[in-house]
C-alpha cells in the first residue's frame, strides 16, 4: 500500500531562517508525490509535485522538494522563511486517481 | 479563476440528525471527493465519485453516504450523526484524463460540530 510519513508534527523557524518539512514515503512502484499547503481558514492547495520527469521540483512560493529514491524521501525546502509561510503542510502520494496524506506539519515563523 | 464551493463554512447539528453537506465545481471535473480532516491524522478520504452516480468508498466511509445526481455537485450525508463525526470535512476534484498525478482543488472546508 502507498502511504506517506512526515516527520515533525509542528516546526518552528525564524523568518529569514531555511524551512525543511520531512516526508518518506512508501510505495511498491514509482510514485507521484504532492505537497499541498493549507493556510488558516482556508482549503488545500498544491505547492508542487513529482511525476518522475525531474528529481528537484520547484513549486510555488520559492518552494522545492527533491525525491530521492534511495532514501525514499521527500522533502520539502524553502531557502528563506518569511511570515505569510505560517501553515499547515501536506505531504501525499497518489493511488490510483486517489491520495494518501500524511499527518500534516504545522508551521510557525517567529519575527 | 477555478473554484470549489461548499454550503456551509460552519454548521452544528444534533445527535441523530440526519446532515447533507454539499460541494459544487465549476471546473467540470470528473472526479469528486469528500475527505475529512483531523488533528494529528491528516486527511483521510471518505468516498470518491468518477462519474455521475458512481461512486467508490474511501478508507473510512462508515456512518457516510454520497450522491451525485449532476457532474458538478457532489453531497454528502451523515444519516444519523454522531460526535464522533465532529470533525472538518474538505471537498476536491480533479480531472480524469492525464494521468494519477492531476491536482486536486479543494473548497474551504465545512467544520461541522455534532453536540
Known amino acids: 500500500a502507498q502511504s506517506v510519513t512526515q516527520l515533525g508534527s509542528h516546526v518552528s523557524v525564524s523568518e529569514g531562517a531555511l524551512v525543511l518539512l520531512r516526508c518518506n514515503y512508501s510505495?511498491?512502484?514509482?510514485?507521484?508525490l504532492f505537497w499541498y499547503v493549507q493556510y488558516p481558514n482556508q482549503g488545500l492547495q498544491l505547492l508542487l509535485k513529482y511525476t518522475s520527469a525531474a528529481t528537484l521540483v520547484k513549486g510555488i512560493n520559492g518552494f522545492e522538494a527533491e525525491f530521492k529514491k534511495s532514501e525514499t524521501s521527500f522533502h520539502l525546502t524553502k531557502p528563506s522563511a518569511h511570515m505569510s509561510d505560517a501553515a499547515e503542510y501536506f505531504c501525499a502520494v497518489a493511488r490510483d486517481y486517489k491520495l494518501s496524506f500524511g499527518a500534516g506539519t504545522t508551521v510557525t515563523v517567529r519575527a | 479563476d477555478v473554484k470549489v464551493t461548499q454550503s456551509s463554512r460552519y454548521l452544528v447539528k444534533r445527535t441523530g440528525e440526519k446532515v447533507f453537506l454539499e460541494c459544487v465545481q465549476d471546473?467540470?471535473?470528473?472526479?469528486m471527493f469528500w475527505y475529512r480532516q483531523d488533528p494529528g491524522l491528516g486527511l483521510r478520504l471518505i468516498y470518491f465519485?468518477?462519474?455521475?452516480?458512481?461512486?467508490e468508498k474511501g478508507d473510512i466511509p462508515e456512518g457516510y453516504s454520497v450522491s451525485r445526481e449532476k457532474k458538478e455537485r457532489f453531497s454528502l450525508i451523515l444519516e444519523s450523526a454522531s460526535t464522533n463525526q465532529t470533525s472538518m470535512y474538505l471537498c476536491?476534484?480533479?480531472?480524469?484524463?492525464?494521468?494519477?498525478?492531476?491536482?486536486?482543488?479543494f473548497g474551504p472546508g465545512t467544520r461541522l460540530t455534532v453536540l
Open positions: 476536491a476534484s480533479s480531472r480524469a484524463s492525464g494521468g494519477y498525478y492531476n491536482e486536486q482543488f
Open positions: 471546473m467540470d471535473h470528473e472526479n
Open positions: 465519485s468518477y462519474d455521475v452516480k458512481m461512486k
Open positions: 510505495s511498491s512502484v514509482p510514485p507521484y
